[in-house]
């Protein structure tokens, strides 16, 4: 019985890994080329996103462009616009791909319709590929627990005699792995975002009102039911600059990139930004909270568990 419960795991735990890999793979093996925007509309309009039950705006971006490789091949790619939620950081976002402006477009070789832009996708493969890691890791400690459990039975299964010098102790170091080496890779990163987040200074502009709808602008269309729900809302103005350029955001009724990743006082608004993605800030970041704190934790359950694997290998082979 034990034999069957752990075969569930041991098929999944081999999906996870061949989808990791795959994914991983599909995103090494991306090709990017240059390419100028030849055409591009932005859609504002009004409803529930997937994932929420309140109604709020939402952006279309649709982009046409073609390589300067001198290929004449084009592409086009349509979906949000960035993480905009005020009509600001939408207008932002359409500026960047006006006709003539020039971008990173990456191809996934084996699928020319699928194209990644910069600063548009957070390279979804990589992300695919670390939550298929994840699973594998659960699924293979689970499994790995059913053949111990197994093995040590009084009749062990002849076609786990590979298995003889494992015991309870190989499960808690596999436990112990997890978050030992989660903790430096977690290291990693966070000393990259500290190391390279500078900080922000966003000035509040105007006053507090709604978006005007009644002056058109080229190439955006804002829907019927958008231009009465902008209308009842208003919300503030902040501009700062980032990389040479001044950019919007709004503070009000929505839970927006600025909402929620900026500390107010007075009239300023203050965060730390990612030097390559306008997207990615924080209202503060220290080592010692950001970095120490959930390094240590990692640190300390990974020592724990893998420390623990050696006192109980050492007591099975006392029996």
Known sequence: MQRLISIP????SALCLWNSLADFWAAYRTRVVQASVIASKLKIDWGHPDSESGEEPLYTLSVDLK???????????????????????????????????????????????????????????????????????????????????????????PRLAF???FGVWTVFLAFGLMPL?????????????????????????????????????????????AMVALAEKPYNRIEFNWKGQTLHGGIGPWRGTYDTGTLAAGDNYYFVGSPNDRWEIAPSLSWREDFGVPFGILLFFGLAFTGASLIVKRSERSF
Request: proline share 5%; charged share 25%; aromatic share 12%.
């Open 163 to 165: 298995m003889k010098g």
């Open 181 to 225: 080496l989660g903790s430096f890779a977690f290291a990693w990163g966070m000393s990259q975002k500290l190391n390279t987040w500078k900080p922000v200074v966003a000035r509040k502009v105007g006053e507090q009102r709604p978006f005007d709808t009644s002056k058109p602008i080229a190439n955006v269309e804002i829907t019927s039911k």
């Open 9 to 12: 795991f041991i098929l999944f």
């Open 67 to 157: 390589a300067d490789d001198g290929s004449g091949r084009t592409f086009s790619w349509e979906g949000d616009a960035g993480r905009a939620m005020y009509p600001e950081e939408a207008l932002d976002e359409f500026e960047r791909w006006q006709p003539g402006r020039k971008h990173s477009v990456g191809m996934l070789r084996g699928n020319a319709k699928e194209i990644r832009l910069d600063q548009m996708e957070s390279n979804p493969e990589v992300g695919k590929g670390v939550g298929w890691l994840f699973g594998f890791c659960f699924s293979a400690i689970t499994a790995l627990a059913s053949l111990v459990a197994v093995n040590m039975d009084s009749k062990p299964h």
